[in-house]
């Protein structure tokens, strides 16, 4: 009884992240005097919205039970679609932005049509999609880099200053807010989370699978466009650094999933999760100098993260034991109502069977 107490005590199912990213900053702080200064605060703040804004994209559809592996090409495609029609066409700022996240919110509707309509596998569909985007990409640019924009407000929109962080951490920080109150407050959130934890349950429900499914694209190519913009305006053009965010993105997606809501894809399990692998990975960085400790952070994080979300529906299912069928009038059995409860079941099963 005293174990299992302190074991709630500390809350070590729900909030190692936090533990971790505590132990990294004290570790790092007395290991090298390079870590622990402002500038290293507003360095990992900043330089890690883009990849954050990114993996909140990717959350909405895997709350879903759906992949969309397509996100990094997608910011890499609206990325470059705004800087082309500001250099090339000529065309205003706030115009440009907004074609470049329809363009994303296009795209996501073409992964909605490939997977609801064509019943395509979401993990096939959107890796296919990815592809084509790269493709696309080169016809479009001759697989050469454009020139940025001149308007210096093009990098003032996420380089301004508010309170010392750059204001890119401000829209990331909003757009999870966003996502958080809509993925736990609204009936739409509560319906993507019901699809994810039970398809079919969800389907004899009543409830609209593949309508939401298809919003739940959307909205991840959308918010993907988001990110390719910001990209834009903070680094300038590039032709390739989509693809190199999509494992950080995953990584802290599924990382998030096993922090304050175990079990559940949530939105500030991720945030957590964004900022616990930047920490170490700037840390280690300053006191080793090697350049591959991203890739194998984010890659260990990632199989690490699927593992736990697999051995914790293992432990729960044995713990509850084989689950009673319930008869319906006629002696068949029945799925149960996908209510709330339903949805905060463990998220491997979304890893490991993506559904359609």
Sequence with gaps: MDRTRFRIRLGLDRFSGLYLWAVFIIMFTIWTPLFFTTSTLHSIASGQ???????????????????????????????IAAIQLQSVHHVSIPLAIVLAVGLGAVIGAVNGFLVVVFKINSFIATLAMGSVLAAVLTIFTNN??????????????????????QIIFVYFLVIAIIAWWALEHTPAGRYLHVIGSNNEAARLSGVRVGKW??????????????????????????????PS????AFAAAFLGSTQLQPGRFNVWGSVIAIYVLATGIQGFQFVTGVQWLSDMFNGV????????????????????????????????????????????????????????
Excluded: C, H, M, Y
Aim: aromatic share 6%; glycine share 10%; no cysteine.
């Design 49 to 79: 919205a883009v990849a954050g804004i990114l993996t909140i994209g990717l959350l909405i559809p895997l709350v879903a039970g759906v992949f969309d592996l397509s996100v990094g090409a997608t910011a890499n495609v609206s990325a």
């Design 144 to 165: 050469e880099q454009p020139s940025p924009p001149a308007s210096p407000t093009w990098t003032k929109l996420t380089e301004f200053q508010v309170g010392g962080f």
């Design 213 to 242: 499914v298809w919003i739940s694209l959307i909205s991840s190519g959308t918010i993907a466009g988001i990110a390719g913009v910001a990209f834009a305006s903070l680094l300038g053009p590039s032709l390739t650094f989509g």
């Design 245 to 248: 965010l999509l494992l950080p």
């Design 301 to 356: 994080a990632l199989i690490a993260a699927v593992a736990f979300a697999g051995w914790r529906q293992r432990a729960t299912a044995n713990r509850r034991g084989p689950r009673r069928p319930s008869a319906t009038a006629d002696g068949d059995t029945a799925d149960p109502p996908p209510d709330a409860s339903a949805a905060a079941e463990s998220p491997s099963r979304a890893a490991l069977s993506p559904s359609e």
